[in-house]
């Protein structure tokens, strides 16, 4: 198991009430508003924290560069992906990767 496989594994053991708790914590604290991609729209839906969230519905199509790399959230949660806003969370993408290769990801 990498570091984000034991991450979502310690989230799983969780309540679904401590879950809540945490994606609920992870999102006030994620940096993502301060990225040149996020836009008025997605902070008008209250989207953040892609990476576990999925990809922005309908608000976010223009990559402008991405935050995530530098992101402290990110790295203590072993992400090895970004752009999670247009390309999907940490689990869609690495998926992705399992079936399609490394051409389509990175
Ligand atoms: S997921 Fe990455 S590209 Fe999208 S808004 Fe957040 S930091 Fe920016
Ligand atoms: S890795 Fe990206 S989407 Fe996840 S919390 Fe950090 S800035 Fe937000």
Not at 74 to 80: D, I, N, S
């Amino acid at each position: 198991m990498d570091k984000f496989e034991q991450t979502m594994d310690g989230i799983r053991k969780k309540t679904p009430k401590e879950q809540a708790d945490t994606v609920a914590d992870l999102k006030s604290k994620c940096p993502c508003p301060a990225c040149p991609t996020y836009n008025t729209c997605a902070s008008k839906a209250g989207e953040k924290l892609f990476c576990v969230l999925g990809k922005s519905f309908m608000c976010i199509s223009e990559d402008k560069g991405c935050a995530c790399p530098q992101c402290p959230i990110g790295k203590e949660a072993g992400l090895k992906y970004q752009k999670f806003c247009l390309r999907g969370s940490e689990m869609a993408q690495r998926y992705e990767h399992t079936i399609w290769g490394a051409s389509l990801n990175r």
